[in-house]
Structures are given as structure tokens and as C-alpha cells.
């Protein structure tokens, strides 16, 4: 008999569940409640789409702190290759780039959201747009369908992929959880992870829409570092972001929510020691001697930088470079390689790329990310308590787990 299985979500989870179960031969229809499918896909990697990460598996568990060790089964299943030659056979060429980041070659994630609608539907599997899931509907605790604004839709397997709840425009907004709740499920609660960070330093504000590149960012908890990560920056109006400020924001956030001081300290030169440093500087400022200092730190660094690295170390940035001593270039190498932000906050939820929290793990099969609470209901992507960090490791896990739910759902 064809088993009948209705997914709740078409992003990157479902729409892979969908093709999965198809080729189990199952009858699929998938409910999304926004106009088209994919909405969040679309904005990913700035409308690139980020596809995935090129790195070995090893590589992508350690890219996922949230729940990394739960995943393993289902990225073995379907892997980064995987997804890669699906998407080329089905006449989407791709590339890898700077971090093992593959993305379309044509640079448009609308180009990756279009290929797997229409491998599902040329598969034979339906989509019905603006259908919102209301409940999923149980009996002895066995699914038995999806009730929905525009009525009932009988099924033997339900999976639930609704994403979380970060970019509520685009159908992501939390209403997962909430379903998964509706039959018992324990909801771990939901935070942001990939998710701006807020500072009311003053500095922050005269620095807005300054990038800095090869930084080194720590992260101090109540005086202990608790995370690290080289890369790009952004100073922003609210404080910072940018890719590395992203992949710690997780760490923050969980800091934060338990009332710890959070401060970003920055290396602005990691690569010199401080010796090296100071020797550099020294060089500078035998060649700028006889200028002031604003000026005879241009090599050093981006000039809007200049004013308030001099005023962290009090140092008056009129002050000519042949006066400047000893003690006082020590205070402007400290503040170089120890440029403090105090860190306040997180941006709302809803601003951020991936949600930490979600249906608790302990209640799902690793393997065939089935619930252990409710026969024929299955979980795929971020509606499950389950994060990585930027870099195409999201989009991963939501194929990964979605291929693994929709596989299982169709034999089970």
C-alpha cells in the first residue's frame, strides 16, 4: 500500500523529506503556508545560497555545536556530496570557495530553491502553498493527519519541518515548536544563534559600517574565555556583526541569558607578537616622526580606527610622533591587541539566521529522526533543537535530516 505522508514546511528539510520519500515511491504532498516555497533559502548567503560546506564529515560535526553528535547518523546517510550532485545532475553546476563554502555558480540561491522544487515535482510530489498547519491530529498517540486553515489532510507519517523562528517574513516563526508541543513534545527554548551582537560602547557609533578583516575576536564570560574566532568584522549602529561576531553570538547568547558579563576582546594584529608589534610601530613612527600621531598611524590601521585606538589608550591623537614615550607606546600596543567591547545583547530573534532551541533530541531516533512520543511523526531542520555555525552547515543539516525523515517515513 502507498504510504500517504504530508510534510509541514517547504524549505530545504521538507523539500529534501519530499524527495526521499518519493523515492520510496510514498504519495507526498507538502503544506507551506507561505506563497512560495524555500522564502528563507532565497536570502541565504546574502541571495547566494550558501549550499554547503565542502569539508569532511569530521570537519562539519565540529561545525555544529548545537547537537552536533545527534546529527551524525543522518549526515552519514546523505552527505555534503550528496547535495552537491544532486543539484549538478539536475542542472545546477556549483562552486567552492574561500572556507569550502559551495554555492550555485550561477550566484543565485533562487537558481538552488527552483532546481529542488522542481526535482520534488517532477518526482510526482505536491506543493499547496498558503496552507497553514493548525495541528497536527493524533489518535493513541499514532499521527493520523494535519489540520489546516483550509481543512484536514489524512496521512500515515507526518514530518514536521517548519524551520525556527529567526526571518518571521519568510515563514520561519516558531509555530514548529509549537505543533511539536501540541502532541507532548519538551520544547528546549528558543534563542537566537547566528545572530548580531549589541553593544552601547560609545566607540561603536563613531565606527558604524567599518569592516575589519584577519581579526582575531575572544569572547570573555565573567572574565573567562569561553570562545574564539578569526576572520571578518562589522561595526554596526547597534554594535557588531559580520561573520566571525556570528559564529560566537551562540556562545554569547547562552552566556548572556545566564546574567554573566560578555566582552569581546579584539586582536587588531594577531599576527605579530607583541615584541614585533612594537617594533613595527617603532618603524612607523621613525618614518612619521615628525607628524602627529593621527597621521603617523595611517599604515598601521583603516584611518577611521586611528582617533578612537588613540583615545581607548590615552593618547592625545594631535600629539606629535616624536613625542610620544615609551610608556605611552606600550599602552598603544596593549589597546592593539586587546580591543575591548562590552557586550550587552543580542539582536531580536527575529534577526537572526538560525535559531538555537526546538524540539528537545532526547525525544527523536538519531537515525530516522522519528518521535519517540508519537508513531508516524518525524522531525527535519531547525524545528529540532539543533545549530551550526555560518558557513553552509545549517543548509546541511537540513538536507541531511530531512533525507533521513523522509527515507524513514516512507518504509516505516
Not at 66 to 86: H, K, M, V, W, Y
Not at 286 to 313: E, F
Not at 334 to 356: N, S, Y
Not at 399 to 410: D, H, I, N, V
Request: hydrophobic content about 40%; proline content about 4%; glycine content about 10%.
Amino acid at each position: 500500500m502507498t504510504k500517504k505522508i504530508v510534510i509541514v514546511g517547504g524549505g530545504p528539510a521538507g523539500l529534501l523529506a519530499g524527495i526521499a520519500a518519493l523515492y520510496q515511491e510514498a504519495e507526498v504532498q507538502i503544506l507551506e503556508k507561505m506563497r512560495q516555497p524555500g522564502r528563507k533559502m532565497m536570502i541565504t548567503g546574502k541571495g547566494r545560497c550558501n549550499i554547503t560546506n565542502a569539508c569532511d564529515i569530521q570537519e562539519l560535526l565540529k561545525n555544529i555545536p548545537g547537537n552536533g553528535r545527534f546529527l551524525n547518523s543522518a549526515l552519514r546517510q546523505f552527505t555534503n556530496e550528496n547535495i552537491i550532485q544532486l543539484l549538478e545532475s539536475n542542472g545546477l553546476p556549483t562552486k567552492v570557495e574561500r572556507g569550502n563554502r559551495v554555492f550555485p555558480v550561477s550566484d543565485s540561491a533562487k537558481d538552488v530553491v527552483d532546481t529542488l522544487v522542481k526535482i520534488y515535482t517532477t518526482a510526482g510530489g505536491k506543493i499547496l502553498t498558503d496552507t497553514k498547519a493548525l495541528e497536527i491530529v493524533t489518535q493513541d498517540a499514532k499521527v493520523t493527519g494535519v489540520k489546516t486553515i483550509h481543512g484536514f489532510y489524512a496521512a500515515d507519517a507526518v514530518i514536521l519541518a517548519t524551520g525556527g523562528a529567526s526571518y518571521p517574513g519568510t515563514g520561519s516563526d516558531g509555530s514548529g515548536a509549537k505543533l511539536a508541543k501540541q502532541v507532548g513534545h519538551s520544547i528546549v527554548p528558543l534563542k537566537p544563534s547566528l545572530v548580531p551582537l549589541v553593544s552601547d560602547y560609545p566607540y561603536v557609533d563613531d565606527l558604524q559600517g567599518l569592516s575589519l578583516r584577519n581579526v582575531q575576536a575572544t569572547l570573555w564570560a565573567d572574565g573567562k574565555k569561553v570562545d574564539e574566532e578569526f576572520g571578518e568584522m562589522l561595526f554596526t549602529h547597534f554594535g557588531v556583526s559580520g561573520p566571525i561576531i556570528l559564529s560566537l553570538s551562540n556562545t554569547a547568547s547562552a552566556a548572556l541569558a545566564k546574567g554573566t558579563e560578555v566582552e569581546l576582546a579584539l586582536d587588531l594584529k594577531p599576527a605579530l607578537t607583541i615584541e614585533k608589534l612594537d617594533a613595527r610601530i617603532q618603524r612607523d613612527f621613525a618614518t612619521y616622526s615628525r607628524k602627529q600621531l593621527v597621521n603617523g598611524m595611517k599604515d598601521l590601521l583603516p584611518q577611521r580606527l586611528i582617533p578612537v585606538v588613540c583615545d581607548m589608550a590615552y593618547l592625545y591623537e594631535d600629539k606629535y610622533v616624536n613625542q610620544i614615550s615609551r610608556e605611552e607606546r606600550k599602552r598603544l600596543v596593549d589597546t592593539l591587541k586587546h580591543f575591548i567591547i562590552p557586550i550587552t545583547g543580542t539582536r531580536p530573534i527575529a534577526e537572526a539566521i538560525v535559531t538555537a532551541g526546538g524540539v528537545d533530541v532526547k525525544e527523536i531516533n538519531p537515525k530516522t529522526m522519528a518521535s519517540k512520543l508519537i508513531e508516524g511523526l518525524y522531525f527535519a531542520g531547525e524545528v529540532m533543537d539543533v545549530d551550526g555555525y555560518t558557513g553552509g552547515f545549517n543548509l546541511q543539516i537540513a538536507y541531511s535530516s530531512g533525507y533521513a525523515a523522509g527515507t524513514a517515513a516512507a518504509s516505516y
